[in-house]
């Protein structure tokens, strides 16, 4: 099963750059998913990866939740950030994500607007936290 090397890089830790050399200079752009699979830094069966890999938003969310479990927001960012794109949890969670400061650097005005298009697409959380914004202020949800 071949993943991309951005994928690979991104579930390992590393740089594309620093990926290609470990595994040989002549990578075309893809790498066997077994090849990597010891260096993984989450726990994802193949399945879900390789639904990550090929676009599929849900997948990719669920990719992002577990590299926020492990502590890894730079590599789960990018995995939100192609998810967000329709999937209204993604759009909630990179809205906690630049609310926080996690992998990339706290910006309350992203956060907010994230927030509202998860809201807007339905996702019940964030329609909740911005309706209790706009009805209360907002000091539980921004301290």
């Known amino acids: 099963m071949q993943i991309t090397v951005t994928t690979a890089a991104n579930l390992v830790g ?5 990926l290609r050399r470990r595994m040989g200079e002549s990578m075309d752009g893809t790498v066997t998913l077994q090849a990597i699979r010891p260096q993984i830094v989450i726990e994802a069966d193949d399945a879900l ?23 890894q927001p730079d590599a789960a960012v990018f995995w939100l ?16 994500c ?8 706290r910006d309350v005005h ?4 994230w927030l509202h298009k998860a809201a807007a697409a ?22």
Request: aromatic share 2%.
């Open 14 to 18: 590393t740089s594309r750059r620093t």
């Open 49 to 71: 990866i390789l639904a990550a890999d090929h676009g599929d938003h849900g997948a990719q969310t669920d990719i992002a939740v577990l590299l926020l479990e492990a502590d």
């Open 81 to 96: 950030q192609r998810a967000a794109v329709r999937h209204p949890d993604a759009m909630h969670h990179l809205s906690r």
């Open 98 to 105: 630049y609310l926080d400061g996690l992998g990339v650097p």
């Open 110 to 113: 992203l956060a907010m607007m």
């Open 122 to 143: 339905g996702h019940a959380i964030a329609l909740a936290q911005a309706e209790a914004i706009l009805n209360k202020g907002a000091p539980r949800f921004l301290a």
